[in-house]
């Protein structure tokens, strides 16, 4: 695995370096524009030298040339090849532009060498028709030709000289005889003869060069060299005719004879014949030309090799300038538009923060502006979009921090009556984990609330509220519900519902009206009881004996009357107990002690019910009022004993007779960190359900014979306390009610080792 990636890593690295290299070298545009304008430079150099020699070039520049241009060549052959490599692994990389700019580069290399090897096929075509109708076989022949005319015209002046000489010889040898008899006549003959025929210079001398008659100076036999002249008399004495003494190359021809007349004299006539300058000087030319070309006719292969070879380099070079070219230019274009691609992606992938470099007025520059006014605008957009989600979660947090504060359940509701946003407090009032709950309908979680909401769909423009009572775990409460809707218009968009719990309020104010009406009934009542009660015990002390019809039945109606009456003073003392209620007098008892004594009262009274208690030597010390917690215990064994025996018959009989205990009452208690609870439970019938919420309400009991004050009593106590009463049923396995537990539950500050607060002194 790692070998794999190794070099790939490596090749990535690499890459990265060649790159950065190319930022420094490949790229710099002063070398670019230095190579290109050294290629054009140098090219024309070529293309100029051999325009103006194009086959008599020196060899040596030649070479030099196409030296120079290597030079050039071979770098920008190089750079170009490491910008192909670049961009050949840009694309491998997938790089933001790198195929556009692949395909630019492709366009403008193709651009750039189209026309390069069109003129390149089309100048070596016109170079091998030029070259090959330079040496085309008329041009050949039209040269050789025309050298031959010039040499005919040379040919037929020496025909015309040879033809003077002869004539003017024969003149002399025909008048020899006149002309030895009169020597003196000889001059004018010769001057008068040669006048006639036309001649320009001719002379007669004798064997050493001695002019004896005729021209002196440029036409005399004076002017040719002494070993001219001696071989052309020896030739002349071999072969006794004309004999010329030079051909071409000179102003003129000559020629040379030997007189007949003068045999034994030996005297020569000399003639000469001046040639045209003008033709002298094209002839020497035409000859060199022709020349030349015969050489060149014999080198021409070479040359045409030589030719290509630096046409090609040249185009070589121009092409290579021109891809050059096409890739910085290439490169120049594409760079924006790689860099828009490359901060496109970074947009997208949420940097609003780019922005793009913008040169110069073209398309490229306006589209680089407006996508910085867009990221900016964007960005811009964006910022406020953040600050007013922060404003409204700010906001939404303080709302959230005044429902978290209030005691009143808050439950915003959407317009589907699902739960939108529950504060802890409704959660708690509910006892229902709400927030794990929103989305759901309200309805389906609090069946009790249906009713509320169903009414203020029908009436969402007014406000609705109602008490309704919940049942919790075997609790119900009194909440007080508000419900209002959210309203945008004529729609509906939302509700808000708040509720409170007034089970106590209720309670409290129950108890409070209870207890006015209690001190009334106990002061109004409570004073006569003890005159009747008297009354009736003196009249059946008194007259019973003297009553002779009946006595039974005054005895009997004395009698309920002194046991009612006592009943209603029970009664009366019970209602006063609880409408006085004094304030606890706080000292240190043993909780132990204070069950154990309460038991033991109430287990004389009812000897048919077992009796369980936890037997522990160690004391509890707590702080309480002893007198009161003894009460509000036996108040509960009591309840306890009376719905064990109501269980066993309406009569409440037959529990004295003994077959086995009709119930049985424990009592236990718990000492831990929360506080201390004493629970008493039994096994009677269990408390009435349907009532359960109101049972320590006064005056609420389900006994023929019950005031309903005594839980209420124990209530208040507890209160006093710190503590609370805790009422619930106790279910058999087969989820059947067997009996109640009633707990009194004490704060853990309670305890009197623990209690900081003062015992107060002891009335
Ligand atoms: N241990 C219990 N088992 C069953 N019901 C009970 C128990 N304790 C109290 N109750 C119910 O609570 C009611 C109220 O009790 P209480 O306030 O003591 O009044 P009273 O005893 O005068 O009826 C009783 O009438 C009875 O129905
Ligand atoms: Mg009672």
């Not at 050493?208 to 002349?236: K, M």
């Not at 009406?517 to 003890?530: F, G, M, S, Y």
């Not at 059946?540 to 009946?550: A, F, P, S, V």
């Amino acid at each position: 695995m790692d070998s794999a990636v190794a070099p790939v890593r490596r090749r990535q690295r690499l890459m990265l370096r060649l790159s950065a290299l190319a930022n420094r070298v490949a790229l710099s545009s002063r070398l670019t524009i230095g190579l290109t304008i050294a290629a054009v430079v140098i090219s024309l150099a070529t293309a100029i030298n051999l325009a103006e020699s194009p086959l008599g070039a020196d060899p040596a520049i030649n070479v030099a040339l196409i030296l120079i241009d290597l030079m050039v060549v071979l770098p920008l052959a190089g750079l170009i090849a490491f910008r192909i490599v670049l961009l050949w692994s840009a694309r491998r990389q997938g790089k933001a532009g790198s195929r556009l700019h692949a395909r630019l580069v492709l366009l403008f290399s193709f651009v750039a060498v189209a026309p390069a090897i069109v003129v390149a096929v089309f100048s070596a075509a016109m170079f091998e028709f030029g070259i090959q109708s330079w040496f085309s076989s008329r041009v050949g022949t039209a040269l050789r030709e025309s050298v031959q005319i010039t040499e005919k015209y040379v040919d037929e002046h020496i025909i015309a000289l040879q033809a003077d000489i002869r004539n003017l010889a024969s003149d002399i040898n025909e008048s020899a005889l006149e002309l030895m008899s009169e020597p003196q006549r000889l001059p004018d003959f010769f001057n008068r003869r040669v006048r006639e025929r036309g001649i320009v210079g001719a002379s007669v001398f004798d064997e050493f060069g001695r002019v004896l008659v005729g021209n002196v100076g440029s036409f005399s036999p004076a002017n040719e060299t002494p070993a001219n002249l001696r071989a052309a008399i020896s030739r002349i004495r071999r072969d006794g005719d004309i004999v010329l003494v030079a051909r071409r190359g000179e102003h003129n021809i000559r020629a040379i004879t030997r007189l007949t007349i003068f045999f034994d004299s030996n005297l020569y006539l000399y003639v000469s014949r001046p040639i045209e300058p003008t033709l002298r000087s094209h002839m020497m030319r035409m000859k060199e030309a022709v020349d030349e070309y015969l050489m060149l006719e014999g080198q021409r292969s070479g040359m045409q090799i030589g030719y290509f070879l630096l046409y090609g380099v040249v185009s070589l070079l121009l092409l290579l300038a021109a891809v050059w070219l096409g890739l910085y230019f290439a490169n120049r274009m594409i760079r924006p538009i790689s860099e828009l691609i490359a901060a496109s992606e970074r947009v997208g992938k949420g940097d609003l923060s780019v922005r793009v470099r913008s040169f110069g007025q073209d398309e490229v520059a306006n589209l680089s502006r407006s996508f910085n006014q867009m990221t900016g605008e964007l960005e811009r957009n964006r910022e406020e979009l953040v600050e007013a989600n922060r404003q409204v979660e700010a906001r939404r947090e303080f709302t959230e921090k005044v429902l978290e504060g209030v005691t009143a359940g808050v439950i915003g509701l959407d317009a589907g009556r699902r739960i939108n946003l529950p504060n802890r407090s409704a959660s708690d009032l509910l006892g229902i984990d709400l927030e794990s709950r929103i989305g759901e309908k309200i309805a389906d979680i609090v069946p009790e609330f249906g009713e509320m909401m169903d009414r203020v769909e029908r009436n969402p423009a007014r406000r609705h509220g109602s008490e309704i009572v919940i049942h919790r775990n075997d609790r119900a409460r009194t909440l007080m519900v508000r419900l209002a809707a959210e309203r945008l218009g004529s729609e509906t968009v939302g509700y808000v519902l708040t509720f409170d719990d007034i089970t106590d309020l209720q309670q409290a104010q129950r108890t409070a009206a209870w207890a006015d009406v209690a001190r009334r009934i106990a002061h109004e009542i409570k004073n006569p009881l003890t005159p009747i009660q008297l009354s009736a015990e003196r009249l059946r002390r008194k007259y019973l004996k003297h009553i002779e019809t009946d006595p039974e039945v005054f005895d009997t109606c004395t009698d309920t009357i002194i046991r009612q009456v006592d009943d209603i003073g029970r009664l009366v003392s019970e209602f006063s107990s609880f409408a006085r209620m004094p304030a606890p007098r706080m000292k240190e008892n043993d909780l132990r002690t204070l069950c154990r004594q309460a038991i033991f009262l109430e287990r004389s009274a009812h000897p048919a019910i077992a009796y369980e208690f936890a037997k522990s030597q160690t004391p509890l010390h707590v702080l309480c009022d002893g007198h009161q917690i003894g009460q509000a215990l036996t108040n509960l064994l009591q309840n306890a004993a009376n719905a064990i025996e109501e269980q066993g018959g309406p009569e409440g009989s037959g529990l004295d007779s003994g077959s086995g205990p009709a119930g049985t009452i424990a009592v236990t208690i718990d000492d831990d960190e929360a506080g201390i609870t004493v629970s008493i439970a039994d096994t009677g019938p269990g408390l009435p359900t349907d009532m359960l919420h109101r049972l320590t309400e006064p005056y609420v009991s389900t006994r023929a014979k019950g005031t309903g004050l005594g839980l209420a009593i124990v209530r208040k106590i507890m209160e006093d306390h710190g503590g609370e009463l805790r009422l619930k049923n106790d279910y058999s396995t087969e989820r059947k009610i067997c009996g109640a537990t009633v707990s009194m539950a004490f704060p853990a500050t309670v305890r009197a080792d623990k209690a900081a607060r003062p015992v107060p002194a002891d009335a």
